[in-house]
């Protein structure tokens, strides 16, 4: 029998949550970080000593030998450097246990190896990791389940300051709306709240598919996705595999899953299958911008290591296989008070919430201003496969609202007044057994990238690889803004309430080009936004510029998220990141082209030849037109094979040479990506034409449908 899993005990038992301080912290100690965490305040060395040491005894109860400065760099991981917590060994021999004040708040890890875009010279080396007191720390065993490490959340800085990872933005952006929304819920008589905090809760989506076979596959191996493969007989099509129930293996799976990540304090707490076979999804209970964020990244970290205890592979790249539905992450965000307020919740009758529809007027100004940035905030090489290419979403940015809030709009821009709200009627199923029950006000559009769900917004482009830090700075920031501009006119109205209804009509005509509630996934829907003026940025070196536009520089350093340079050292390090990614698919193709996919064909081409010749001695008048047409077809498609792949060599050469930056990016984009596109088309006729035993590795089929 298996043991029962008691989920409240486990529950966060790695973590140095509140409860642990509270229960191990002197009060007064427990009192002053409580207070640099809710408010900011310095943390005195003094305290930072005895945090730490109380952190310290308690991580080597838990097993630990280490500490880590755990950070998220610009290379799309974590990094971590580990320290023993042993001081010098004495006279005698012997060692303590240790670990300061300062240690804990500060590190100092090489920072030359990480992507800083030409903010630091090489030489340059020094960066540090400075503690963030308001993402919790926590043990984690590693992948083999020997040590265990306490690990610090980071943020992590160069020499003169200079963000050069995801959370020292993040941070900085929610100082921002905190500041912007608090100005505006005082100018609408709140005295009981004092901060205002951004939530967010990120549903992961990915595919599971068996190790041994995935092994088998180098270009999973190297660059995440499939290079090559041919659809199978079933795909997608039957939708079958949404909802359907989990089968037994990967129900262990993700019952392991979730017992790491509750013991890490991860609240996981919906799992289903996706719509695609071998695909799946995880959504934790939201929680504050910034913890959600750490622990996005605990969820990606524990499902590859958890996979790989249970001999699968997760694929966590937005596109693995073609013809089938990406990955992606849905980033749920809204705005909470520290009382449990929903800056976002509309109540039963929102046509009469102004100080809701002044929320939500200022969300659709801050995103149709700002779209290409939310945009860009999405755009990863692989989100390129999924967004804006063939069988895939545009990337324009629109928002639906839902009947009910576009009604209330529409009375307020076409008449000025907004006199009542459409409600959720009862449903009706004509079966007496089941419940009738009143439905939502609003259906759901699964189309939308940016979707009005309840009293949250959903942002739905994100690909399922990227942290969720670079879209919550974006709306944080812009909002931000959007929030700061009608305090400014509504701290100098003169009669306030006629100064809110104004500006929500205001806002609401201004802006009703970026509200669509049709289908996004449409052609016509592509015209329809082009004669509305939003933009569509296809590719990701389409969308980078998006950072370093006027206007943007303009609203990152109005409100202290971004410097100038900083945003330019993003932009090259995206740019590069682009070029790189590019590379190493071209050579990975031009590998498994050269060196398995056209020997393989040669045999089966000189076994079908030698075939005929045998054929045709053994018996002059068979009929062997069958066996030709196969040889003429696979010789053909084997030429044109080596056509292609003699052009991709020669492109990605010529890539290598062109400057670094976005010249050599778009060089990827427009010579290289159509020159593996067009390797790619014979080589899956191929795997339709050869002897499956020949095939140098695992079929879709193989991989998607026996996990
Ligand atoms: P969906 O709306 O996509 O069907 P859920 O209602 O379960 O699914 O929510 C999806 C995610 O949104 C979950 O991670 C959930 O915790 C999160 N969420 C729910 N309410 C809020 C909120 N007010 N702010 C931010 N995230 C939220
Ligand atoms: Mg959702």
């Keep these: 029998m298996s043991e029962v899993m008691k989920v409240t005990e486990i529950f966060g038992e790695n973590v140095f949550n509140d409860a642990v301080m509270q229960e191990r912290l002197p009060k007064k100690v427990y009192r002053e970080l409580k207070k640099t965490i809710q408010e900011g305040k310095e943390l005195e060395t003094s ?33 971590e ?72 959340p980071t943020a992590f ?7 050069l990872d995801q959370k020292t933005p993040l941070l900085r952006s929610m100082e921002a709306i905190d500041k912007e929304a608090m100005r505006l819920l005082r100018l609408f008589g709140n005295t009981t709240s004092s901060k205002v905090i951004p939530s967010v809760g990120a549903e992961q989506e990915y595919f599971l598919v068996d190790r041994e076979k995935y092994l088998k596959r180098k270009d999973l191996v190297f660059t995440g996705r499939t290079l090559f493969g ?24 993700m019952k392991d899953v979730n017992k790491e990540l509750w013991k890490l304090g991860v609240s996981a707490k919906t799992q289903h299958n996706e719509v695609a076979p071998a695909q799946h ?55 909470t008070t520290d009382d449990g307020i929903n800056l976002l919740d509309p109540g039963k009758t929102p046509h009469d919430n102004i100080q809701f529809l002044l929320v939500l007027t200022c969300v659709l100004r801050a995103v149709d201003r700002h779209a290409k ?65 009143t439905k939502d006000a609003t259906d759901r559009n699964r189309t939308s990238p940016f979707a009005f769900t309840g009293n949250k917004f959903e942002f739905r482009m994100v690909g399922s690889r990227d942290s969720v830090a670079a879209p919550n700075v974006i709306l944080n920031t812009i909002v931000a803004e959007a929030f700061s501009e009608a305090c400014d006119y509504l701290e100098e109205a003169e009669d306030f309430d006629r100064g809110v209804h104004d500006l929500i009509k205001k806002y609401a005509y201004e802006h009703q080009r ?22 569509n940025l296809k590719t990701m070196v389409d969308a980078i510029p998006a950072l370093v536009e006027e206007e943007s520089v303009e609203v990152f350093e109005k409100f202290g998220v971004f410097t100038r340079a900083e945003l330019e050292s993003r932009a090259e390090i995206k740019y590069e990141a682009y ?23 040669i045999t089966y081409i000189t076994s079908l030849a030698k075939s005929i010749n045998e054929v045709r001695q053994a018996c002059a008048v068979a009929v062997i037109d069958v066996q030709e047409e196969l040889l003429t077809q696979s010789s053909n498609l084997l030429a044109e094979t080596k056509n292609a792949l003699k052009e991709l060599e020669k492109v990605t050469e010529e890539a290598a040479k062109k400057e670094e930056g976005m010249e050599q990016a778009c060089f990827f984009e427009r010579h290289v990506v159509p020159a593996m596109e067009h390797l790619r088309r014979p080589v899956d006729q191929l795997e339709m034409i050869v002897d499956k035993n020949i095939w140098p590795m695992p079929s879709y089929g193989d991989l998607l449908f026996e996990v």
């Excluded at 945090?51 to 290379?75: C, N, R």
């Excluded at 970026?514 to 933009?535: C, H, M, Q, T």
């Design 230 to 253: 041919a659809m199978p007989p079933k795909g997608q099509e039957l939708d079958d595999h949404y909802f359907g129930a989990i089968r037994e293996r990967i129900a262990a799976f």
């Design 514 to 535: 970026i509200v669509f509630s049709g289908n996004g996934y449409s052609d016509e829907w592509v015209e329809e936004a082009k004669r509305r003026g939003l933009p």
């Design 157 to 163: 800085c160069s020499y003169n300051g200079e963000a």
């Design 281 to 335: 999804e995880l959504a934790p209970i939201y929680a504050q911008c910034n913890v959600a964020v750490d622990h996005n990244q605990l969820v990606m970290e524990t499902l590859k290591q958890v996979a790989y205890k249970h001999n699968l592979q997760c694929l966590l790249h937005e596109k693995p296989f073609a013809g089938v539905n990406g990955s992606g992450k849905h980033n749920n965000w809204s705005l």
């Design 373 to 437: 940035l939310l945009r860009e905030s999405a755009a990863d090489v692989g989100n390129d496969q999924r967004l804006g290419a063939n069988e895939a979403p545009p990337a324009i940015i629109s928002v639906f609202l839902g009947e009910q809030l576009e009604d209330v709009l529409e009375q307020l821009i076409s008449t000025g007044e907004a006199t009542h709200s459409l409600k959720g009627e009862r449903l009706h199923t004509g079966v007496s057994t089941l419940p009738d029950f």
């Design 81 to 152: 450097k580990h320290d023993a917590f042993i001081s010098a060994p004495k006279q005698d021999g012997k060692v303590l246990m240790e670990f300061s004040g300062k240690e804990l708040v500060k590190g100092e890890p090489d920072a030359s190896s990480f992507p800083s875009g030409g903010l630091r010279a090489t030489f340059e080396a020094r960066g540090y990791t400075a503690w963030d007191c308001t993402s919790p720390a926590f043990v984690k065993k590693d992948a083999e389940g020997n040590g265990a490490i306490l690990y610090i």
């Design 579 to 601: 070029a790189k990614a590019v590379n190493i698919e071209a050579r990975a193709m031009i590998d498994i082209a050269s060196k398995h996919i056209i020997p393989a064909v």
């Design 47 to 79: 305290i930072a000593d005895v945090v730490a040491h109380e952190m310290k005894e308690w991580a080597i109860e838990k097993g630990a030998t280490h500490y880590s400065h755990w950070f998220q760099p610009l290379t799309g991981a974590t990094a």
